[in-house]
T-cell receptor, first 114, second 113 residues
Framework: KAGVTQTPRYLIKTRGQQVTLSCSPI?????VSWYQQTPGQGLQFLFE???????NKGNFPGRFSGRQFSNSRSEMNVSTLELGDSALYLC?????????????FGPGTRLTVL | AQSVTQLDSQVPVFEEAPVELRCNYS??????LFWYVQYPNQGLQLLLK??????LVKGINGFEAEFNKSQTSFHLRKPSVHISDTAEYFC???????????FGSGTRLQVQP
């Protein structure tokens, strides 16, 4: 069974631009969560989608948004990029929603904002 | 609100020595607890989890953890580490339901020859 895939793996953008990251969950998994990982703030929860609906949202500004498609693939978008958005963005999938379920993580997308 | 404290940011240890990585949590309800490992330039991999039942949980790669409700702890242990165990380890908690996972700040395990 293929694992969680994220594209692209690396991305370089400049301040003010926007970016879209993609995540394909494990086949059969309907829940996708997104996390931001930085040296200073650690792992922080962004949002969770289940059956195309956002079920949970972390404490991030509205510049961060996401969506989920009918095939469970998910995208997250960051608009008006800031230097502080430089981070490793991790996607995790699970069979059902909720933090109590085992989450399988992808390798991440490393975003650098110049 | 739930929170996780990993008391040690770095733990250096010699190969074949035992190791314990400490994790304390705070939650007002019953909890699910997890340990994840992250190797350089990779995502997180689940080591083990406690959902209910026996308080001693065995995971992959010879790791185990003990859930202690009175001490609100979930320390990770391995009796004999290997160079390949060098990685960052994250403790995480969830109260289940709709709540997302909350991660600790991580402990970098450095195994020296």
């Amino acid at each position: 069974k293929a694992g969680v895939t994220q594209t692209p793996r690396y991305l370089i953008k400049t301040r003010g631009q926007q970016v879209t990251l993609s995540c394909s969950p494990i086949s059969g998994h309907r829940s996708v969560s997104w996390y931001q990982q930085t040296p200073g703030q650690g792992l922080q929860f962004l949002f969770e989608y289940f059956s195309e609906t956002q079920r949970n949202k972390g404490n991030f500004p509205g510049r961060f948004s996401g969506r989920q498609f009918s095939n469970s693939r998910s995208e997250m978008n960051v608009s008006t990029l800031e230097l502080g958005d430089s981070a490793l963005y991790l996607c995790a999938s699970s069979l059902v929603a909720g933090g109590g379920n085992e989450q399988f993580f992808g390798p991440g997308t490393r975003l650098t904002v110049l | 609100a739930q929170s996780v404290t990993q008391l040690d940011s770095q733990v250096p240890v010699f190969e074949e020595a035992p190791v314990e990585l400490r994790c304390n949590y705070s939650s007002s309800v019953s909890v699910y607890l997890f340990w994840y490992v992250q190797y350089p330039n990779q995502g997180l991999q689940l080591l083990l989890k406690y959902l209910s039942g026996s308080t001693l949980v065995k995971g992959i790669n010879g790791f185990e953890a003990e859930f202690n409700k009175s001490q609100t702890s979930f320390h990770l242990r391995k009796p004999s580490v290997h160079i390949s165990d060098t990685a960052e380890y994250f403790c995480a908690v969830s109260d289940g339901g709709r709540r997302a996972l909350t991660f600790g700040s991580g402990t970098r395990l450095q195994v020296q020859p």
